[in-house]
């Protein structure tokens, strides 16, 4: 059962008082932790574009060179540009760490990012008709959404679209408002044109091609054809890392979904709430926070999106505490286990008709 008003204001109150005592301890070593990140990040970068090049003495270099070139994109994608673009970073008034100013090594530019992100699917996460990532994509992930043929094969469409993911996410903002067909979803305004939606998404995405498939490339002369793959395979590890955590975070067994009628009207204590259900954690070592961009605690990120994300992992005992007060669900688990709920979701809803959708009653 939903909690009642009283209930929901006590909750408020208690997420809220948790987030201000983390505010309060925000300072240096915060300011030190993200700025040692990005020199790693950066490091990571210049290494693997160099051993890339030195393939030529061993493959093995050139193996260590990709590696070292995707931990870096993995990092900006996910420690760095996630959580700078949410505005966690943007008290230190640092340029380089600022929401307003950062631009990440991905095909999706920033700016439609925080708009379909940021504010669309934080604000409405997981209402029917409301949120993009639960509705408007190529896979049905509950009874909310009518069946189709296509949902058939929509687990080979869930590998293709993790392959492809950074295109997935760049095309996710001209997708919703429909730009190309004209045929946009009754309600919808979008906050730019679709002349401008067309130019940004353009003008990022070849900016990204030029950069890995011709500039680098080009730039390592006789070993052209190496660095070439070696960037794909980079970029392909990001993809299918990035895409699978972000899976396991929204879309794993007894994630809620949620009706605009559910929501009308909604208090903070509310939002809180459906936050809540409407996410889930996965356990696992300091290394492996890091390179989810301390997604492993969605919930947290959820409830606190402007919090530094390293404080996650120190919170989540106590978010666990207040949701068990007040009787709600706590979706965690491993890693593994966690993903393979994302695939038995997919699978599942791949067919029509006798599956119940998660829904809290009211």
Not at 205 to 211: A, C, E, L, S, V
Not at 300 to 318: G, N, V, W
Request: aromatic share 14%.
């Amino acid at each position: 059962m939903t909690p009642t008003p009283t209930q929901l204001n006590d909750l408020q109150r208690d997420l809220d008082r948790l987030k201000q005592r983390i505010l309060d301890q925000l300072g240096e070593d915060d300011a030190r932790y993200i700025k040692r990140v990005s020199l790693v990040q950066r490091l990571s970068a210049i290494a693997g574009r160099i051993f890339m090049v030195l393939g030529f003495v061993t493959p093995w270099l050139w193996l260590v060179g990709v590696l070292s070139l995707a931990l870096a994109k993995i990092l900006d994608n996910m420690e760095i540009g996630h959580n700078v673009l949410h505005g966690q970073y943007d008290w230190m008034n640092d340029p380089l760490l600022h929401s307003k100013h950062y631009e990440w090594d991905i095909a999706c530019d920033a700016g439609s990012w925080q708009r379909t992100h940021n504010y669309e699917h934080h604000t409405y996460t997981n209402i029917i008709g409301k949120d993009r990532d639960f509705g408007y994509g190529l896979l049905r992930l509950s009874n909310d959404l009518r069946w189709r043929i296509r949902n058939l094969w929509q687990s080979a469409t869930y590998v293709v679209l993790s392959v492809l993911f950074e295109w997935g996410i760049a095309y996710h903002e001209l997708a919703g408002q429909r730009v190309f067909s004209q045929k946009k979803k009754a309600g919808r305004h979008s906050q730019v044109s679709d002349a401008q939606l067309k130019k940004v998404f353009f003008s990022k995405g070849t900016r990204q091609i030029i950069k890995d498939y011709v500039f680098f490339p080009l730039l390592a002369g006789p070993m052209f054809f190496w660095v070439l793959g070696g960037n794909f395979l980079a970029n392909l590890i990001r993809n299918l890392w990035t895409s699978t955590v972000i899976f396991c975070g929204h879309f794993t067994q007894g994630v809620h979904t949620f009706t605009q009628e559910q929501c009308q009207n909604e208090s903070r204590g509310h939002w809180y709430y459906r936050q809540m259900l409407g996410s889930s954690n996965f356990t696992g070592p300091t290394w492996l926070h890091i390179l989810t961009g301390h997604l492993s605690c969605q919930i947290e990120h959820h409830l606190f999106p402007d919090i530094p994300a390293r404080h996650y992992p120190s919170m989540t005992s106590e978010v666990q505490a207040i949701a068990h007060k007040y009787g709600i669900a706590y979706n965690t688990g491993s890693f593994i286990g966690q993903y393979a709920g994302v695939f038995w979701r997919i699978i599942r809803y791949s067919f029509p008709g006798g599956l119940n959708t998660t829904r809290p009653s009211m």
